[in-house]
């Protein structure tokens, strides 16, 4: 595996004004005045530990390449690459530069920017089904907006989906969530072909779209996704893709591309800013179109700062195949876990691929001590889907999560021989 290009220098320890406190301080603090401790759900203690007030870190001061420094003075190697937000390492000197341009030439007037224009007629030329962009913030606003377009289109309500799709109300059956807001949503099961047929011709011509999120831990058979074709087609449905995760990590055009695939409406995000906030809904000209009587608008949503991170990743794509190093770099990232559990004997479970892979442990007390060993090891994993490579992941770091791994795992081990 190639060395990541030379960036800026790794994190190094924090200053007096933020002197080094322990992990517990942190997490008792956030605690204190944020629900769950945390403003993203899978960065909460418990979400990533498995408990409250775990003997491990849980607030970064700086982040470089793969590297974060903690709170508590430590440095971990991490692979969670911020929940696949960032493909190219953290603080990536080309983006960070773009960034920087932009913010002094001031991110927001009364006026679109022209970045707005460039970014959107990029994305047209990269992504196989997009005639028309629209962005905003967030994958779960993208998702929502997608669907939004697909019911004007339509004149329809009832939506099929299968996959995560973010916090919105429209397919969560969260606490706080009226049963009438979601009462036109109902759930697939992944890559099952003929239960998403029987769906789609039960709705029949109320069939708005059906949405998917096409890798959920592994591909899915082209079967599922030619049924999903074939459904929309026949009922005059809209296909809508939930690429959130898989858009410029599979391939620069998102599974869509990868798989020889055409949805009428995709969203991207995530890895499209490397870690800036922003999402980009594209499509099919028509369907896209009903943006102009449907109200879909945030006031920041043509910000430049994340317009200008998302157009040094697609000049990045232009000039290398980032993705296929991605996959290469989880390959050998897989390998070395793959190692590491059948030298401990352990029963955890390697999932995913290589752009996006994850352990998934029997026993979840175990998983928090395997965790929090490796976070002592400096590593960190997710718990849960999933672990993203970047191209800043090295040699190095991929020696370290082999060694890390092997110790926890086989620490676990020695615990239940023990025992």
């Given at each position: 595996?190639?060395?990541?290009?030379?960036?800026?220098?790794?994190?190094?320890?924090?200053?007096?004004?933020?002197?080094?406190?322990?992990?517990?301080?942190?997490?008792?603090?956030?605690?204190a005045v944020i629900p769950g401790g945390a403003s993203t759900g899978s960065k909460r203690p418990f979400a990533?530990?498995?408990?409250?007030?775990?003997?491990?870190?849980?607030?970064?001061?700086?982040?470089?390449?793969?590297?974060?420094?903690?709170?508590?003075?430590?440095?971990?190697?991490?692979?969670?690459?911020?929940?696949?937000?960032?493909?190219?390492?953290?603080?990536?000197?080309?983006?960070?530069?773009?960034?920087?341009?932009?913010?002094?030439?001031?991110?927001?007037?009364?006026?679109?920017?022209?970045?707005?224009?460039?970014?959107?007629?990029?994305?047209?030329?990269?992504?196989?089904?997009?005639?028309?962009?629209?962005?905003?913030?967030?994958?779960?606003?993208?998702?929502?907006?997608?669907?939004?377009?697909?019911?004007?289109?339509?004149?329809?309500?009832?939506?099929?989906?299968?996959?995560?799709?973010?916090?919105?109300?429209?397919?969560?059956?969260?606490?706080?969530?009226?049963?009438?807001?979601?009462?036109?949503?109902?759930?697939?099961?992944?890559?099952?072909?003929?239960?998403?047929?029987?769906?789609?011709?039960?709705?029949g011509r109320r069939l708005a779209a059906i949405v998917l999120e096409p890798v959920q831990e592994r591909l899915?058979?082209?079967?599922?996704?030619?049924?999903?074709?074939?459904?929309?087609?026949?009922?005059?449905?809209?296909?809508?893709?939930?690429?959130?995760?898989?858009?410029?990590?599979?391939?620069?055009?998102?599974?869509?591309?990868?798989?020889?695939?055409?949805?009428?409406?995709?969203?991207?995000?995530?890895?499209?800013?490397?870690?800036?906030?922003?999402?980009?809904?594209?499509?099919?000209?028509?369907?896209?179109?009903?943006?102009?009587?449907?109200?879909?608008?945030?006031?920041?949503?043509?910000?430049?700062?994340?317009?200008?991170?998302?157009?040094?990743?697609?000049?990045?794509?232009?000039?290398?195949?980032?993705?296929?190093?991605?996959?290469?770099?989880?390959?050998?990232?897989?390998?070395?876990?793959?190692?590491?559990?059948?030298?401990?004997?352990?029963?955890?479970?390697?999932?995913?691929?290589?752009?996006?892979?994850?352990?998934?442990?029997?026993?979840?007390?175990?998983?928090?001590?395997?965790?929090e060993r490796l976070a002592g090891l400096g590593v960190l994993l997710k718990r849960g889907a999933y672990d993203?490579?970047?191209?800043?992941?090295?040699?190095?770091?991929?020696?370290?999560?082999?060694?890390?791994?092997?110790?926890?795992?086989?620490?676990?081990?020695?615990?239940?021989?023990?025992?």
């Amino acid at each position: 595996m190639r060395d990541a290009p030379a960036g800026p220098p790794a994190p190094t320890a924090a200053k007096d004004d933020s002197a080094p406190v322990t992990p517990g301080t942190w997490a008792a603090r956030a605690a204190a005045v944020i629900p769950g401790g945390a403003s993203t759900g899978s960065k909460r203690p418990f979400a990533l530990y498995g408990r409250d007030e775990p003997a491990a870190p849980t607030h970064f001061v700086r982040a470089s390449g793969y590297r974060v420094l903690t709170a508590d003075g430590r440095e971990l190697a991490d692979f969670t690459s911020a929940l696949g937000s960032v493909a190219l390492g953290y603080a990536d000197p080309e983006v960070t530069r773009a960034v920087c341009d932009a913010v002094a030439a001031g991110t927001v007037s009364g006026l679109a920017s022209t970045l707005e224009v460039e970014v959107a007629e990029r994305l047209c030329e990269v992504v196989p089904c997009a005639e028309r962009v629209r962005f905003l913030k967030s994958g779960a606003e993208g998702v929502a907006a997608a669907v939004r377009l697909a019911r004007a289109a339509t004149g329809r309500d009832l939506v099929l989906g299968s996959g995560y799709f973010g916090w919105l109300d429209w397919w969560s059956d969260a606490p706080g969530v009226p049963q009438g807001v979601r009462a036109d949503f109902r759930a697939l099961p992944f890559d099952e072909p003929d239960a998403l047929t029987a769906a789609a011709d039960a709705a029949g011509r109320r069939l708005a779209a059906i949405v998917l999120e096409p890798v959920q831990e592994r591909l899915p058979s082209p079967a599922w996704m030619r049924a999903a074709r074939a459904a929309c087609d026949r009922h005059g449905a809209v296909l809508v893709l939930d690429e959130v995760k898989t858009g410029f990590r599979l391939h620069a055009g998102g599974y869509q591309a990868y798989a020889d695939v055409r949805p009428d409406v995709a969203v991207v995000g995530k890895a499209l800013a490397n870690g800036f906030p922003l999402a980009a809904v594209l499509g099919r000209a028509d369907v896209m179109e009903e943006a102009r009587r449907s109200w879909i608008s945030s006031t920041l949503a043509g910000e430049t700062a994340a317009l200008a991170a998302a157009r040094a990743v697609l000049d990045r794509h232009a000039r290398e195949d980032v993705c296929g190093r991605l996959w290469r770099t989880g390959e050998a990232q897989m390998a070395v876990a793959r190692e590491a559990l059948v030298a401990s004997g352990t029963d955890a479970a390697l999932l995913g691929i290589p752009p996006m892979w994850f352990l998934r442990h029997a026993d979840a007390a175990r998983e928090t001590r395997v965790l929090e060993r490796l976070a002592g090891l400096g590593v960190l994993l997710k718990r849960g889907a999933y672990d993203f490579p970047t191209l800043a992941h090295d040699d190095a770091g991929l020696a370290l999560l082999g060694r890390a791994l092997a110790e926890a795992l086989g620490a676990e081990t020695l615990r239940e021989d023990a025992s």
